[in-house]
Every structure is written in C-alpha cells, then in structure tokens.
C-alpha cells in the first residue's frame, strides 16, 4: 500500500489533533488513549507514530487547538454589540455543561495540567492557551486583566461545578446565578 502524501499526512494529523482535542475536552487526558484518539480520527493507531513523538505531545497539542478554538469564537464575539453578555451567557449554559467535547477546555484540562510531572507539555501548553484566553476575554469590552482572571476563575469552577451534579437541579441553579451575577455586575 503506498504511504500517504506529505499534504494527506498533514490532513491527517490535523485531524488527529481536532479529534483528540474533542476527546480531552470531553474525557481529561488521562482517559484518552492513543488508539481512541486515533480511531476518533478515523485512522488506524498504527501511524501515530508518523506523526507524534508522543501521546503526551498529542495530548499538550490538542491543548493548545482546543485553546485557540475558543479564542477564535471569542475574537468573532468581540466585533459584536453586547459581546460579553452573549460570551457569558454562552459560556454559563446548558449547553456548554452537556457538551464538554465542544467547549471551554479550561475545566477538563485544569485539573489534568495540574496533576502533570514537571516537564509534561502539557503544563506549558495549558498556560500558554489560558493566557490566550484571558487576553481575548479582555478584547471582548477592554477589562483589566485582573477583572478577566476574577471572571474567567469564577465561570471556570461555575461551570465545573455544574457539569459535577449535572442531572440534579442545583446545576441549573449554579449555572443561573453565576451568570446572573456576572451579567448584572456593573463594568
């Protein structure tokens, strides 16, 4: 069988990438496997190696796509009238609580970032992607840094928090008075 092209190989770890960055989002690092990242991808685990050094360097460059992901939503937001509310309403949803693949990867890879040994990229890409962040929540209506850590912190566990008892109605709770609150909170 012939091996792929160099522009096909590119495709493809990219689509590795995209995958596995739903993936981590979804399940946390530590419950993604080189073979399920793989087949998310709709390729064999046979040529990971073709593309990764590691799953550990998988893992820190899904982070880092997951990242700029949600900086690119929040970069089309910041152009729009009422840019925060409709972040924080968007952020502090349902929605976003039910479908952890699709968002925010700060509360699934917080904690994985946290726990990681020294050395691990995913420390750095975590920080990296978080600062990116915080500097496109301060685009959104030109806060201060401190405000977007104290706001960004606050939806982070909200939303954490949430997802933890989701099923019970004290998740819908949470998710209304963060919002409610931050959205009444005056500029």
Known sequence: MPRASRAEAGRHREQVVEATAKLVRAH??????????????????????????????????????????????????????????TFLANYLSELHRDHPGLGCPCPTLAVDAARAEPGDPLRPAFAGGLRDLVDAMGRLDGAQEQDVLVELSTIVGALLLSRACAGDELSERILAAVRDRLLDAPD
């Open 28 to 85: 946390g690092a530590d419950n993604v496997s080189v073979p399920r990242a793989m087949a998310a991808a709709g390729l064999t685990h046979g040529g990971f190696y073709r593309h990764f050094t590691s799953k550990d360097d998988l893992i820190a460059e899904a982070c880092t796509a997951a990242f700029a992901e949600r900086v690119a939503a929040l970069d089309d937001l910041a152009s729009g009238d009422d840019s925060r509310a």
